[in-house]
């Protein structure tokens, strides 16, 4: 009972077998490839309407506020040019009683100090932390202090 070497048969079994797989395992893989691909042209055709749809509906938007925005700003600059006129006033009415250039100044400081007054105000009603969530900067992976310079002794 000697078992004489069959290597070539199990060479034969192993052409066989690799031939037999790449026919089965090819189209399995072509037909995958197919449906990633299909797969993918949905989810992008998908995620493409839905920026079309978002679009459209800020465009819809921005025109159904425009008149109210408009009206708006034409607020916003009549009021300052009726709080430049109201200064105006207050100074040709204190000029009146004091002299032109003192009038002036007062009017000018009293607007310097209620800016401040505004501006102190709205310092002590921000939220705390960071505004608008912003992150912060992310640490380079390769710090200067281990960076080692060719000139460096």
């Not at 839905?50 to 938007?61: H, K, L, T």
């Not at 939220?127 to 992150?135: F, K, R």
Request: proline share 9%; aromatic share 4%; glycine share 6%.
């Amino acid at each position: 009972m000697t078992s004489a070497p069959q290597p070539e048969h199990h060479g034969l079994f192993d052409r066989l077998a690799h031939r037999l797989a790449g026919r089965t395992t090819e189209p399995i893989a072509d037909r995958a490839k197919e449906r990633i691909g299909r797969m993918e042209d949905r989810v992008r055709s998908s995620v493409m309407a839905e920026i079309d749809a978002v679009s459209r509906s800020v465009r819809a938007r921005a025109v159904q506020v425009r008149p109210s925005a408009i009206a708006f700003a034409v607020a916003a600059v009549l009021t300052v040019l009726a709080l430049a006129l109201m200064v105006g006033a207050a100074v040709v009415g204190l000029a009146h009683v004091l002299p032109l250039w003192l009038a002036l100044l007062i009017v000018g400081v009293a607007l310097l100090l209620l800016a401040a007054g505004a501006a102190a105000w709205g310092r002590n009603h921000l939220p705390p932390g960071p505004v608008l969530g912003v992150p912060p900067a992310p640490m380079p992976t390769h710090p200067a202090e281990e960076l080692v310079h060719p000139w460096a002794d």
